[in-house]
């Protein structure tokens, strides 16, 4: 099931870095989970946390995306929120 979010985070992934618009739960979740620059972090850890919540409605697609928002700052890889 997919999750689309309002508008999508674009973030800056891979070297050299592409620019890669995220606009479901299940696409940051992926992200987060294979290819994040960072392996721990709390807004990481948060963000993980707020998109497994959204698979599991317990949280909605717009708390998944700022949490994501979140950890991409953390990580150094927002391009455009």
Same mark, same amino acid.
């Given at each position: 099931?997919? #999750?689309p979010? &309002?508008? +999508? *985070? !674009? *973030? &800056?992934?891979?070297? %050299?870095? *592409?620019?890669? %618009?995220?606009?479901?739960?299940?696409?940051?979740?992926?992200? &987060?989970? $294979?290819?994040? %620059?960072?392996?721990?972090? +709390?807004? /990481? #850890?948060?963000? /993980?946390?707020?998109?497994?919540? !959204? /698979? $599991?409605?317990?949280?909605? %697609?717009? $708390?998944?995306?700022?949490?994501? !928002?979140?950890?991409?700052?953390?990580?150094? *890889? /927002?391009?455009?929120?």
């Amino acid at each position: 099931m997919q #999750t689309p979010w &309002l508008k +999508p *985070v !674009v *973030v &800056l992934i891979g070297d %050299p870095p *592409v620019e890669t %618009p995220i606009a479901t739960t299940q696409g940051a979740s992926w992200l &987060l989970i $294979e290819d994040w %620059p960072l392996e721990e972090g +709390p807004a /990481l #850890t948060r963000a /993980l946390a707020m998109c497994a919540g !959204v /698979l $599991e409605r317990k949280n909605k %697609p717009d $708390e998944a995306r700022e949490a994501f !928002v979140e950890a991409a700052r953390e990580a150094g *890889v /927002l391009a455009k929120a």
